[in-house]
């Protein structure tokens, strides 16, 4: 190859990268769910004609992104590209098909140049209700947690499929929002093709299928290389959370072996009868992802550096449920695997890896009580904030407070949740002596007070996690501190499941703090005197105000 091609192929790949972005920020400025618009809870990427992921929006959630990358060949595997023809649009949330819950609505758009097949674009969003119990860990099946969509036409050649969007509407709590969205995710979709049309006719591409081997090749080549240097054998951790009703143990094996990692999951806990277990599809996403932080971080995310990544879990634990189990809460556990991902790679590679985090997001669904039997619409409400604890220690740097990983979904505004509810958040803030002490601390969580403007009563659909179980330190260092929700005034709720705060009470949240980085005392003096001015630390781990 001559510097010119590679100069070419270059600028076509710096391209791609533009058009997924354009595709991902068009999604989240027409999305009509919240958490979407605000809040970035989607995924965007171009997909060749076999179904390979070359590109992704940095824009989006690792959980949707890695199981969306694996989604595109259910989709083909139904709908063949050769039988697909311009206009059309497919559309599932299967859990099992998708990314991982009913909520996900994954589109997939084929695109063609001169009425050739060259590319497909793919894209998930959160959609906020889909009817069932609710957003929320309590139901015993999938079947009670909403409608759910196998692999269908959203559009053929052109023309709505309006059967499909007859029967969502009449499923849903919110069928404008719901449809809404719908149209989101096809126009990103439609945008993306069209960027991508125009780069080719500019590049003078006839299809994609040398440029799709060069990138998915070089990708796989440069993760080899890079898992080459990691030594050989097989490395072990393990995890205990809250679950719903009783702790879940994950346990991981990591086998580095062959330029390739293997990740199991067998000695997990069974699947629970509740809402919380974990389709593979998802438990592969985010297993995948703890790699990627620190394997080849620096290598493009796609086809080729995935396939060097391969995760399973025995059917049957919480980690590989099956239909029909329960999965609206999936995130609550499937956020955690980076951590235990995390645990196994500080045997060989401990420069690098951080103390165990908070993880899971807390994104309380609130809406207003008594909403089935209500007949005053104008009093319905729903919103789905988002609110994170603190990462954990970094080997030469304290944790990150109050920030979304390994999700990556932003905190929605106060502002914003104050504005499409009656609902009025009365306190947020950082929370004291909450990051576990260390060299280098965790990072803080917040406390958040959320009451209603008319003293009514509301209801909250909790999926928290990391209330019985704190972050654990590494290396010396001390635990974050765990969350803990009540109302104020001392009752302590549950982490998990949907109750009524009464009327004129206030919900309080109390965010874990991450787990701290070696022995607290050879924290430098100066760290401590910032936090301590601060108000944020009296040098106690785990402290309560």
């Given at each position: ?7 070419r192929r ?17 999604l ?13 809870d ?10 390979r ?19 595109v ?32 609505f ?85 945008l ?25 090749d070089?990708?796989e ?49 069974a ?26 971080n ?5 086809f ?6 391969r ?14 189990n ?20 500080s ?22 009580a ?18 994170n ?53 965790g ?41 803990r ?42 760290l ?14 785990g402290?309560?105000?």
């Open positions: 190859m001559n510097d010119l091609e590679k100069i270059q600028l076509v790949w710096d391209r791609l990268l533009a058009i997924v972005e354009d595709q991902a920020q068009t989240m400025r027409t999305a009509f769910s919240t958490v979407v618009r605000e809040a970035g989607l995924s965007a990427g171009v997909f060749d004609e076999r179904g992921m070359l590109a992704q929006a940095v824009t989006g959630t690792p959980g949707h992104v890695n199981a969306m990358a694996r989604s060949n259910n989709f083909l595997e139904v709908y063949p590209l050769e039988i697909l023809r311009p206009g059309d649009v497919l559309v599932t949330n299967d859990p099992w098909l998708g990314t991982g819950h009913l909520n996900d994954t589109v997939l758009t084929p695109v063609f140049l001169h009425n050739n097949p060259v590319a497909l674009f793919a894209s998930t969003s959160h959609i906020a209700d889909v009817g069932g119990r609710g957003f929320g860990p309590d139901a015993n099946s999938v079947f009670e947690e909403g409608i759910n969509i196998p692999i269908s036409y959203l559009m053929n050649a052109g023309e709505p499929n309006e059967t499909l969007r007859r029967i969502i509407r009449a499923n849903v709590r919110d069928p404008v929002v719901a449809e809404g969205d719908l149209h989101s995710l096809t126009a990103c979709n439609r993306g093709g069209e960027r991508l049309c125009a780069a080719m006719v500019e590049f003078e591409l006839r299809d994609l299928k040398e440029i799709s081997d060069y990138i998915c070089t990708s080549l440069a993760m080899e290389e890079e898992i080459g240097r990691l030594k050989n054998g097989i490395y072990t951790y393990s995890m205990t959370v809250d679950g719903y009703d009783e702790p879940v143990d994950i346990a991981c094996a990591l086998t580095i072996k062959d330029k390739t990692i293997d990740i199991n999951f067998s000695g997990s806990s699947v629970s009868q509740y809402g919380i277990n974990v389709p593979l599809n998802y438990t592969e996403a985010y297993a995948c992802f703890g790699v990627r932080c620190l394997v080849g620096n290598i493009p995310n796609n080729g550096s995935l396939r060097t990544i995760v399973d879990a025995p059917e049957g634990t919480i980690l590989n449920a099956r239909s029909p329960a999965v609206s809460a999936r995130h609550a556990l499937g956020q955690m695997l980076p951590d235990v991902v995390f645990g196994c790679l045997q060989i590679i401990p420069e690098s890896v951080p103390a165990e985090g908070a993880s899971c997001i807390w994104n309380p669904v609130l809406m207003n008594g909403s089935v039997n209500s007949n005053n619409n104008n009093d319905t409400f729903v919103i789905n904030p988002i609110f604890g603190g990462t954990g220690a970094r080997p030469t740097k304290d944790g990150l407070s109050t920030t979304a990983f390994p999700s990556g979904v932003r905190t929605t505004s106060t502002e914003i949740n104050e504005v499409t509810s009656p609902l009025i958040i009365w306190r947020r803030q950082y929370l004291p002596n909450s990051a576990g002490d260390g060299q280098y601390r990072g803080f969580g917040q406390v958040v007070e959320i009451g209603h403007l008319e003293d009514l009563p509301f209801m909250v659909s909790k999926m928290f996690d990391r209330i019985e179980h704190a972050p654990r330190g590494r290396s010396g260092g001390g635990p974050g501190r765990a969350g929700v009540y109302l104020r005034g001392g009752v302590n709720l549950r982490g998990k499941g949907k109750e009524t705060i009464p009327a004129g009470k206030t919900l309080v949240m109390e965010t874990p703090g991450g787990g701290g980085m070696g022995d607290s005392r050879n924290r430098p003096v100066e401590r005197d910032v936090d301590d001015k601060n108000g944020l630390s009296t040098f106690r781990v402290g309560s105000d």
